[in-house]
């Protein structure tokens, strides 16, 4: 049995003071935007809490799925470094971007460099280069592959794009897995698919990219973050629905409903002819106990 988390958007809330050079672009409306609505609700406390109760059910691996920072300014890019650091080894843990980490033009150079060794292909243990997407890494059974939807959008936008180069390698991957008889496993920040159809300014545009690949190649389960809310959907496969897992904030406290933080676990059990699949939602329950909030199982085909 392999045992994943997957933890995502955990804005990390050390925002140091911005130089004001920095700040003079779509950052001052996300500065102002953070202060006002963010600043209570996302502590460290409440992220560590989540962290600890993740590292307790010891997984083989853990999934972060983007939004690491705020406003894509290089202090904060070292702190999230700092964070991934102590989460895990980049054996142990697979992240990638956000459309916070690319919140302004040119800063994805921070993250791919800074980031890199979470972000790379299993060949590229001795990491010298920027990150590239996808990636793709196999752990017992499971190939975790990494796309980034991260770009920088205008203001009062979120949205996310893969690119028509990033799918075509996404699609060689997905065969080349499939083939290997490994469960896979894609990475995405946003939604393959808009879940809210309020957060139409927040959607990955070139969904329907994501979906074609995934219906033609097939996947076992794509985990993402981005609507700071746990959510259970799924997309086509060539051979039946795929799980299509999103989790809350990582560093929202407890809150009413589903949007109180959390992250969750996925259980990847190889039986033979197929696998069974159990997702489990961890959240801060009223009184800030981080609790079990949903547990499903899947059984799912092999390829
Ligand atoms: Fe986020
Ligand atoms: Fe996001």
């Excluded at 996302?42 to 809490?49: D, K, P, V, Y």
């Excluded at 560093?251 to 109180?260: D, I, L, Q, R």
């Excluded at 990847?268 to 106990?289: N, P, Q």
């Amino acid at each position: 049995m392999f045992r994943l988390g997957h933890i995502s958007d955990v804005h990390l809330p050390a925002v140091p003071q911005p130089r004001l050079r920095e700040l003079i672009s779509k950052r001052i409306i996300g500065y102002a935007n953070w202060h006002q609505n963010r600043r209570g609700a996302m502590t460290t406390g409440s992220l560590e809490l989540l962290t600890a109760d993740l590292q307790a059910a010891e997984p083989n691996h853990i999934a972060v799925t983007g939004d690491l920072t705020n406003l894509a300014l290089r202090d904060e890019f070292e702190n999230a470094r700092l964070w991934l650091e102590a989460l895990g080894p980049p054996a142990m843990v697979t992240a990638i971007p956000g459309n916070h980490d690319a919140y302004v033009p040119r800063a994805h150079h921070r993250y791919r460099r800074l980031w890199a060794p979470w972000m790379s292909n299993d060949s590229q243990a001795e990491f010298v280069g920027p990150a590239i997407f996808p990636f793709m890494r196999r752990k017992d059974g499971v190939a975790l592959i990494g796309l980034s939807s991260a770009v920088a959008s205008a203001p009062f936008m979120a949205t996310g794009r893969i690119g028509r180069r990033q799918t075509e390698r996404l699609e060689k991957l997905l065969a080349e897995a499939g083939e290997e008889g490994l469960f896979r496993v894609i990475l995405i920040h946003h939604p393959p698919k808009l879940i809210d159809p309020r957060r139409t300014l927040r959607r990955l545009t070139d969904g329907h990219r994501l979906r074609r690949a995934v219906a033609r190649h097939g996947a076992e389960l794509i985990l993402h973050g981005h609507d700071h809310i746990r959510s259970v959907t799924a997309v086509r496969g060539p051979k039946g629905a795929i799980p299509v897992i999103g989790v809350p904030a990582g560093s929202s406290g407890p809150a009413a409903g589903p949007k109180s933080g959390g992250y969750a676990l996925h259980d990847i059990d190889d039986r033979g002819s197929a696998w069974r699949l159990t997702v489990r939602h961890r959240c801060f329950d009223e009184k800030g106990r981080v609790q079990e909030a949903l547990s499903l199982n899947f059984d799912v085909r092999k390829p």
